[in-house]
């Protein structure tokens, strides 16, 4: 069976630091991997996707970058994080092809001070 | 483009009785719509998924949705509401295609179901 791995599970981190967070999925090949955010009391904002490996596609302008250099290993990065950057990011993959499930994993909680 | 309104952000039920969880869409194509739950600081669990075939869905614990295209809604409900069912909800929808076949997810603002003892 598939899964999906997130960390770390909670961040503090403080204005103007690096930010890396690794996603990592097992069980399964080549699949697609997403990168969202969660801001408090909204719902989720996809940030990132890669359909393959150093394949990345950016959905909104912002202060991070996302980084594929393997398979099934998906990496957001930022190199001075933003009071804006708090919130809960959740990585999620799907097989690839026409409308297919996105499962996600269990997030990181990022709180920027 | 594609949309979702989820029209309660909050619903509060007795534990035993009916939940229902109200999603509208608005889609160009024929979407794919899921339900997602989240329990607090967790990620989002699938409940169920509809991909044109039977309108009428069933998912874990007991939830289950109808796809109505004339309403362009798809509504979650549960006849028997249960304490661990409190959590956020988001309804979504698939139809946009992105760049490499990747889907393009469209997340309602969530509902907060609370669940009175």
């Known amino acids: 069976s598939q899964t999906i791995h997130q960390w770390p599970a909670t961040l503090v981190q403080p204005v103007g630091s690096p930010l890396s967070l690794e996603c990592t999925v097992e069980?399964?090949?080549?699949?697609?991997l997403y990168w969202y955010r969660q801001a408090a009391g909204r719902g989720l904002q996809l940030l990132f996707y890669?359909?393959?490996?150093?394949?990345i596609s950016s959905e909104v302008p912002q202060n991070l970058s996302a980084s594929r250099p393997q398979d099934r290993q998906f990496i957001l990065s930022s190199k001075k994080l933003l009071l804006s950057d708090s919130g809960f990011y959740l990585c999620?993959?799907?097989?690839?092809?026409?409308?297919?499930?996105?499962?996600f994993g269990p997030g990181t909680r990022l709180l920027v001070l | 483009a594609q949309s979702v309104t989820q029209l309660d952000s909050h619903v509060s039920v007795s534990e035993g009785t009916p939940v229902l969880l109200r999603c509208n869409y608005s889609?160009?194509?024929?979407?794919?719509l899921f339900w997602y739950v989240q329990h607090p600081n967790k990620g989002l669990q699938l409940l169920l998924k509809?991909?044109?075939?039977?309108?009428l869905v069933k998912g874990i614990n007991g939830f289950e949705a109808e796809f109505k295209k004339s309403e362009t809604s798809f509504h979650l409900t549960k006849p028997s509401a249960h304490m661990s069912d409190a959590a956020e909800y988001f309804c979504?929808?698939?139809?946009?295609?992105?760049?490499?076949?990747?889907?393009?997810?469209?997340f309602g603002k969530g509902t907060h179901l609370i669940i009175q003892p």
């Open positions: 509809y991909t044109s075939a039977a309108t």
């Open positions: 889609s160009s194509y024929s979407p794919s």
């Open positions: 999620a993959w799907s097989v690839p092809g026409t409308l297919k499930t996105q499962y």
């Open positions: 069980g399964t090949s080549n699949p697609n």
């Open positions: 979504v929808v698939s139809d946009r295609r992105m760049g490499g076949g990747a889907d393009g997810l469209t």
């Open positions: 890669s359909v393959g490996i150093g394949q």
